[in-house]
């Protein structure tokens, strides 16, 4: 989700991706059984906090995508501070509601709920995200030990492309 920081950065006066940069440095070495001191994670949360843009009082047009994204890093954050499995899922969730809110912003469709979410869960962009997510899970299952070597794969196999197409947007 890195690319829709970069993009909101583009208009901002404080720049949010050297935040990302080195939060998901940090997970990644964490992830690696690098040593990593959990002061190291409240820090990058407490920097986080302070970038993350408040959508009642932003006029950048990908602010609410630049929110999913702080939620989904906060959320990792969250993971290694507390160690509740919940956090994956709402890491996961921030991901999808990226996508479920290009979908619409791109379509404009005016539909009720439940047939809007079967349209949005049916677009090739979603079944996509969904799909990256299911295969990333997987690899990890299967892991018996995390090496630094592994989370370089695992990073170059999601490369930090846009989940959405901003030039839609």
């Given at each position: 989700?890195?690319?829709?920081i970069v993009r909101f950065?583009?208009?901002?006066?404080?720049?949010?991706?050297?935040?990302?940069?080195?939060?998901?440095?940090?997970?990644?070495?964490?992830?690696?059984?690098?040593?990593?001191?959990?002061?190291?994670?409240?820090?990058?949360?407490?920097?986080?906090?302070?970038?993350?843009?408040?959508?009642?009082?932003?006029?950048?047009?990908?602010?609410?995508?630049?929110?999913?994204?702080?939620?989904?890093?906060?959320?990792?954050?969250?993971?290694?501070?507390?160690?509740?499995?919940?956090?994956?899922?709402?890491?996961?969730?921030?991901?999808?509601?990226?996508?479920?809110?290009?979908?619409?912003?791109?379509?404009?469709?005016?539909?009720?709920?439940?047939?809007?979410?079967?349209?949005?869960?049916?677009?090739?962009?979603?079944?996509?995200?969904?799909?990256?997510?299911?295969?990333?899970?997987?690899?990890?299952?299967?892991?018996?030990?995390?090496?630094?070597?592994?989370?370089?794969?695992?990073?170059?196999?999601?490369?930090?492309?846009?989940?959405?197409?901003?030039?839609?947007?």
């Amino acid at each position: 989700m890195l690319p829709s920081i970069v993009r909101f950065d583009e208009v901002e006066e404080s720049s949010g991706a050297p935040i990302f940069r080195k939060a998901i440095d940090t997970l990644c070495a964490f992830g690696a059984n690098e040593p990593v001191r959990m002061a190291e994670f409240a820090r990058l949360q407490q920097q986080l906090e302070a970038f993350w843009p408040d959508l009642d009082e932003s006029t950048n047009p990908v602010a609410s995508y630049a929110f999913d994204a702080c939620v989904a890093l906060g959320e990792a954050l969250a993971l290694v501070q507390e160690a509740e499995a919940e956090h994956v899922v709402h890491c996961a969730t921030a991901a999808r509601d990226t996508v479920d809110m290009y979908v619409q912003d791109v379509t404009d469709l005016d539909l009720p709920p439940a047939e809007l979410n079967e349209f949005i869960d049916a677009t090739p962009v979603m079944q996509q995200e969904v799909a990256r997510q299911a295969a990333t899970a997987q690899v990890l299952a299967t892991a018996s030990h995390l090496t630094a070597t592994f989370i370089d794969q695992l990073r170059q196999q999601n490369r930090q492309e846009p989940l959405i197409d901003f030039a839609r947007v």
